[in-house]
């Protein structure tokens, strides 16, 4: 149950966490730089992407799974420290 609560608060997390990565300054201007498109590159075409639409949905898709990532990271520790907080009140 435990694990199931984690990966659902990670997924309410994924939308906000993601709109706060897209509003970092340098994280943008480096997600929309040449050299960002040519590393992707390859990963376009392995999904067939067509156009700059389709290499977009290719960014957009990476930056929600980094996201997803950073959002299950927060509840994970967020459950650690919730748990040793409990922990330690029911002990005294």
């Not at 906000?16 to 300054?25: E, M, Q, R, T, Y």
């Not at 509840?75 to 330690?88: E, K, T, V």
Request: aromatic share 10%.
């Amino acid at each position: 149950m435990k694990h199931f609560l984690r990966v659902l608060a990670a997924l309410l997390m994924t939308v906000p966490v993601c709109v706060a990565l897209s509003n970092i300054g340098p994280l943008a201007q480096w997600v929309y730089s040449d050299s960002t498109w040519n590393a992707l590159r390859p990963l376009s075409d392995l999904v067939g992407s067509i156009g700059v639409e389709g290499d977009e949905d290719v960014v957009v898709t990476l930056l929600l799974i980094a996201s997803f990532l950073i959002s299950w990271a927060i509840a994970w520790i967020g459950s650690l420290l919730f748990s040793r907080i409990w922990r330690r009140s029911s002990v005294e």
